[in-house]
Antibody, heavy 120, light 110 residues
């Protein structure tokens, strides 16, 4: 059974870069069939898709964030990562990693989520 | 402001049926049959309940069903149970290969 686990700092200062990792177990990264994804949920509860990456390295980003984000994959570690630059308080959220088989938004497996607070 | 519109709250009594609408545009809900629905209990990750408008993942009760008409998708829960009390979110793939979510609906089982 697939499991996903987010890791990274819980507190980031304004204007700095947020970096998160998602470690995946129970599935091979080198096979197709999964779009490895990042989403976030704001304190007011709204959900936002950040982006995803296919095992081949092809990535797709939310247009509202594309200038600040990068998603990468490290198959040797069964990990994929998110970097979000120039953060502000508006980036405070619970960040989830998840997977969608077809890339069409059916996120079938999720991590538990990690709260990231942007504050000085 | 969320791209898809959902009511902030709905309520129903045990055993009843409720429907949650999710209204988008011809560029998202109305463009593809790639609408998903998620259930989220407090402090938990969202759980996929419906995908591709009408399909239930393995293990999801047939009390949950989805439909779509034009630019509005709907989630119906029949035979309401106390455990159904949660937040529900819709999402849709768009014509620009992005994903958008609704603002969420809080279901109260009274």
């Amino acid at each position: 059974q697939m499991q996903l686990l987010e890791s990274g700092p819980g507190l980031v200062k304004p204007s700095q870069t947020l970096s998160l990792n998602c470690t995946v177990s129970g599935v091979s990264f080198n096979s197709g069939g999964h779009y490895w994804s990042w989403l976030r949920q704001f304190p007011g509860k709204g959900l936002e898709w950040i982006g995803y990456i296919y095992y081949s390295g092809t990535s797709y980003y939310n247009p509202s964030l594309t200038s600040r984000i990068s998603i990468s994959i490290d198959s040797s570690k069964n990990q994929f990562s998110l970097t979000l630059s120039s953060v502000t308080a508006a980036d405070t959220a619970v960040y989830f990693c998840a997977t969608t088989p077809g890339g069409y938004g059916d996120f079938s497996d999720w991590g538990q989520g990690t709260l990231v607070t942007v504050s000085s | 402001q969320s791209a898809l519109t959902q009511p902030a709250s709905v309520s129903g009594s045990p055993g009843q049926s409720i429907t949650i609408p999710c209204t988008g545009t011809s560029s998202d809900v109305g463009y593809y049959n790639y609408v998903s629905w998620y259930q989220q209990h407090p402090g938990k990750a969202p759980k996929l309940m419906i995908y591709e408008v009408t399909n239930r993942p393995s293990g999801i009760s047939n009390r949950f069903s989805g439909s779509k008409s034009g630019n509005t998708a709907s989630l119906t829960i029949s035979g309401l149970q106390a455990e159904d009390e949660a937040d529900y979110y819709c999402s849709s793939y768009t014509d620009t290969s992005t994903l958008v979510f609704g603002g969420g609906t809080k279901l109260t089982v009274v």
